[in-house]
């Protein structure tokens, strides 16, 4: 493990690796080109068995400490770096996900450590052809929480929050959206929307063709427990429209 600063950061960005030799070097390139001071690297690796910590060993960057053992899957090795985590606000990134010049924007409006900032993604999919874009983001209240989440990319934590929080480990691919859903739904944090646009998201990554099933199964009752009985009869409603129209993946 490296620690060659001592300076208390702004902001961690965590990464989650497992065997990520391929992309690895630019998501720390992304990172290093925003040229923040205030700003520190955690990589929780799984245990990885290709060149990861080759890479992690040999980099030149000042602000980068790791750790490597198996996990239970990236929201375990996202709950590791969350400790680790020496930052006011913190950030989560896999390793084939890119940071955007809007963060460093974003880096220097952050002001209270008991507000939620989050703003925009880019999502890109490689497939036949060229690769395919799609912008995703805006303000979200409880009730469009309760439809879909924000990404955790374009999302930047207070730190406290991972003193009383963390990724529950049966939703193996939404446990994120779980996370946002009680989130949304308290009172102890503000939430503050910026338009800007601070990472791209990678969608051939492991979630993008597995259902979480517990989650979908839970997800009623997550809404109910902490978006409240307004919020969960309106999405109930929701549900029941959708389903007459033929959609069945709400």
Not at 57 to 79: C, H, M, Q, V
Not at 132 to 155: C, D, E, P
Not at 167 to 191: C, P, T, V
Request: net charge positive; with cysteine; glycine share 6%.
């Amino acid at each position: 493990m490296m620690n060659n600063t001592n300076a208390q950061p702004r902001v961690t960005i965590v990464i989650a690796t497992f065997n990520a030799e391929a992309h690895l070097p630019d998501c720390l390139a992304s990172i290093a080109a925003l040229e923040l001071d205030a700003l520190e690297v955690v990589v929780a690796d799984g245990g990885s068995t290709d060149g990861t910590m080759a890479i992690l060993r040999e980099s030149p960057y000042p602000f980068l400490r790791w750790t490597s053992e198996p996990d239970k899957g990236i929201y375990d090795a996202l709950n590791k770096g969350a400790k680790m985590a020496r930052g006011t606000w913190v950030h989560f990134l896999g390793s084939d996900d890119r940071l955007l010049p809007g963060f460093a924007e974003l880096y220097h409006q952050l002001k209270d450590p008991n507000t939620i900032y989050y703003a925009n993604s880019e999502e890109w999919y490689s497939g036949e052809g060229k690769p395919k874009y799609h912008l995703l983001g805006g303000k979200f209240n409880k009730y469009r929480m309760a439809k879909y989440t924000v990404n955790h990319q374009a999302i930047v934590y207070p730190s406290v929050v991972f003193r009383d929080h963390a990724y529950d480990l049966k939703y193996k691919i939404l446990a994120d959206y779980a996370l946002n859903i009680q989130l949304w739904g308290s009172s102890r944090f503000r939430k503050q929307y910026l338009p800007l646009y601070i990472a791209k998201y990678n969608m051939n990554g492991f979630s993008s063709d597995i259902e979480d099933w517990v989650f979908k199964a839970d997800k009623p009752m997550l809404i109910r427990r902490y978006l409240g009985l307004i919020v969960y009869w309106r999405y109930r409603l929701k549900v029941m429209k959708k389903k007459r129209e033929g959609h069945h993946d709400f």
